[in-house]
């Protein structure tokens, strides 16, 4: 095999890792900004101008706090548990286009770390194997409460899986193609998904929520109930594992949802700058407007998780398989409906 | 020894032993774990194959559902050795005969079969793109597909069905 192509997806893929931890380290402190700004205080202000260092400061914190183990008899699932919550939510960034393709030393460099012909299924698969990382975790745990929790958190995660399915179904009729690659290259000029498919672009968002175990249905963590939820007996960088996947998972998820429906890379007039500007910038300007989208989604989660209270275990169900995957299904039948009208069958 | 042959050496390990670790561990869940290791290997052996569609879809189905269901079940039951009910002895002797038959059968059923050796190689065919894969199973073996559909819905209307509470 071509030597210099593994040297490039290498340097690609540490860039893709450095840049999935830069933003789930800073999406804490979002977090925190956002939720002061909406409840009208200042959030932390003092590592740091205007707080700027303030994730040093907890990762810090978390690595020099004392490691808890608690009487369990399976400490190696235990220990097992955060590290696959973590692994599996740097996973997905592989199959993910971030840009179109820049022209550097001679060559053209493709902006993903692989174009695999079913990176869409590769995300769900990874995303159906998330759930591990908190059933192990709750379980090994020894205590009733984590495990209650981890049972939510995986019978949530299933069922919403379910409807996020049948959602990307009717885009994927639409698209004709399992790649994601495929998919931002449909979406030049303006032809966003979003625009064709908003009934299941509503839905996908909604399980998004879900999956990535946000509020309104972070039951798993509901402290009311639950003390802690699945890692009440975690401590230290162990617990920070599973905070920091909950953050890079919902990075991830933005980025999915701004490649699927959001037109990913594309911008309005992105044909005229490759004329005009060359490819190199026009192409640098998509990255940026693809981290733009991303960056909204991420204060969407952020708003609705400090807008909206908690939903109740059985109005979640409810929710997931009595509204949207009914839902779901009548958007495919329409679609597919549409597409045959649009072709002249009828 | 080629990279494919060393690959294929280590995946058969891991499979074949934690297959039989699902079988000869005591803890139901550190024995469902293994099986979910198992289901991981297998997934690596389509990948050998090239066939990135089935290897993926296996992932997702067994791993990602039918095993986090099976987990959550074994969990809630939180089986230990304490529960576990003493099985009379003609039930025992009748599990042991029957294992036994079934081994003779499987045994006789693969003397008879005559199997195809392929080397393992990738030759470029076309396995993995679903396009091919979806005209082929809506032509060639429309009727089977169809019959595994219809198959699928009775088990789901059942399950309803069962699961449903009576009426008063």
């Known amino acids: 095999m071509d030597h210099s192509i593994i040297i490039e997806k290498g340097i690609f893929i540490f860039i893709i890792f450095a840049i999935t931890m830069v933003m789930a380290m800073y999406s804490t402190l979002a977090e925190r900004k956002v939720a002061a700004w909406l409840q009208d205080r200042i959030g932390p202000n003092r590592a740091g101008a205007g707080g700027i260092l303030q994730p040093l400061a907890d990762g810090l914190k978390l690595f020099s706090k004392e490691e808890f183990l608690p009487d369990t008899p399976n400490k190696f699932l235990f220990v097992v548990g955060p590290a696959i919550s973590m ?88 698209s004709g193609t399992l790649s994601l690659r495929e998919i931002s290259l449909q979406q030049h000029g303006m032809h966003w998904n979003v625009f064709y498919q908003p009934v299941g672009f509503i839905i996908f968002l909604i399980c998004s929520f879900a999956e990535t175990n946000r509020t309104p249905f972070d039951l798993a963590e509901c402290e009311a109930e639950l003390i802690g939820g699945y890692h009440t007996e975690y401590s230290s960088m162990r617990m920070g594992f599973y905070l920091f996947a909950e953050y890079a998972s919902m990075f991830i998820s933005s980025t999915i949802i701004a490649v699927l429906y959001f037109g990913g890379y594309n911008y309005p007039g992105m044909a005229w700058a490759i004329e005009n500007w060359g490819v190199n910038p026009a192409n640098v300007l998509g990255i940026v407007v693809l981290f733009i989208k991303i960056c909204f989604f991420i204060f969407f989660y952020m708003w609705v998780r400090w807008t909206i209270p908690r939903f109740r275990y059985d109005q979640l169900m409810r929710l997931g398989w009595k509204m949207l995957i009914p839902l779901a299904i009548a958007n495919i039948i329409v679609t597919g409906i549409v597409i045959l009208w649009a072709d002249g069958k009828f | ?100 038959l079934m081994c003779v059968v499987l045994m006789l059923i693969f003397r008879q079969s005559k199997p195809i050796v392929g080397p393992y190689d990738t030759t470029g065919e076309d396995y993995q793109s679903i396009k091919v894969l979806g005209k082929v199973l809506l032509n060639e073996y429309m009727v089977p597909f169809e019959f595994a559909s219809v198959l699928l819905l009775t088990a789901m209307i059942g399950t309803v069905l069962l699961s449903k509470k009576e009426k008063k």
């Open chain 2, 1 to 100: 020894m080629s990279v494919v042959l060393i690959i294929f050496c280590v995946l058969s390990a891991v499979t074949l032993g934690s297959a039989f670790l699902t079988i000869f561990t005591k803890n139901p869940i550190h024995s469902a774990i293994y099986l979910v290791i198992c289901f991981f290997s297998i997934a690596g052996h389509y990948l050998l194959f090239n066939a990135q569609f089935l290897a993926i879809v296996h992932v997702i189905v067994y791993s990602g559902a039918i095993m986090i269901l099976f987990l959550f079940t074994v969990m809630l039951m939180n089986l230990n050795k304490e529960d576990e009910v003493h099985k009379p002895r003609i039930q025992r002797w009748a599990a042991a005969i029957f294992f036994v």
């Open chain 1, 87 to 174: 692994s599996v939510a740097l996973m997905t960034s592989a199959v993910i286009p971030w840009g179109d393709k820049l022209h550097l030393f001679g060559k053209d460099i493709i902006l993903q770390a692989t174009d695999i012909d079913v990176s869409i299924l590769y995300v769900f698969g990874v995303l159906s194997v998330g759930v591990y990382g908190i059933m192990i975790g709750g379980w090994a745990s020894n205590n009733k409460f984590s495990l209650m929790s981890a049972m939510r958190a995986a019978s949530q995660m299933i069922s919403y899986e379910v409807a996020m399915g049948l959602a990307l179904i009717a885009l994927l009729m639409m």
